[in-house]
């Protein structure tokens, strides 16, 4: 009887120690599971700090720094440094533009941060979806629509249709659906403007939103039906 006690009493905490090890490899790997998730959408994280090895010095400053948690892609001064408070005049270019003077440029949208994207830059981002998303909304402005181009939302590498849903004092507020099989799973978000002359776009206030954005289309049937509503009541 005593030798079968101890034996019980040895194995017990060895149990214990192997459903403890168990329950710690599940969490990890829960972890990785879950991912990361998206980060300065609405740019306002920025550090300034110029590049004093840079001949954009002082307008030049890390990206690091001034856009955490992105990648720069297609910008003429490389993945390290981006612009500060000024624009490129030709050169594919990303920069980030603040409240603090002297600014050589439109400025923010809103808050105290916004993106600058021209002629093919771009700007990129790997996190985990939200699984209760569908569609992701920002707010952009183009400083000429006249001028610009194409703004490129993809996600995944799948290519998001985008349409104007309001708005605002100085900008307009776009919203597209996500594609399907993306939520909570780890994919690539990237903004860029197209390739193209004065091709140059404003972004801000990205978000995922748990509300689908109703097709083109659907909005115009929505303004025909209220300009028709609104002639019967004239009547």
Not at 205 to 234: K, M, N, Y
Request: net charge negative.
């Amino acid at each position: 009887m005593i030798e079968d006690v101890d034996a019980v009493t040895i194995s017990f905490p060895m149990k214990l120690r192997a459903i403890a090890w168990l329950v710690a490899i599940s969490l990890a790997l829960l972890r990785n599971a879950s991912g990361q998730s998206f980060v300065n959408l609405d740019f306002e994280d920025a550090t300034i700090v110029p590049d004093p090895s840079s001949s954009y010095y002082p307008y030049a400053v890390y990206a690091t720094n001034a856009i955490p948690g992105w990648t720069v892609g297609g910008n003429f001064q490389g993945i390290n440094d981006i612009f500060y408070n000024t624009i490129s005049l030709g050169a594919p270019s990303v920069a980030l533009f603040g409240t603090q003077p002297p600014i050589y440029g439109p400025g923010p949208l809103d808050g105290v941060f916004s993106i600058d994207l021209f002629n093919s830059a771009s700007i990129s981002q790997t996190a985990t979806v939200p699984t209760n998303s569908a569609s992701i909304q920002f707010i952009a402005q183009p400083p000429n629509p006249f001028l610009g181009g194409a703004l490129l939302v993809s996600l995944g590498g799948q290519n998001i249709t985008f349409s104007g849903i309001s708005t605002g004092p100085n900008y307009t507020l776009y919203g597209g659906n996500i594609p399907s099989g993306l939520t909570g799973q780890m994919e690539q978000l990237t903004f860029a403007a197209a390739s193209g002359d004065n091709n140059y776009w404003e972004i801000d206030d990205i978000q995922f939103s748990t509300l689908s954005v109703p097709e083109p289309s659907a909005f115009g049937l929505l303004a025909l039906s209220g300009l028709f509503f609104g002639l019967r009541r004239s009547k």
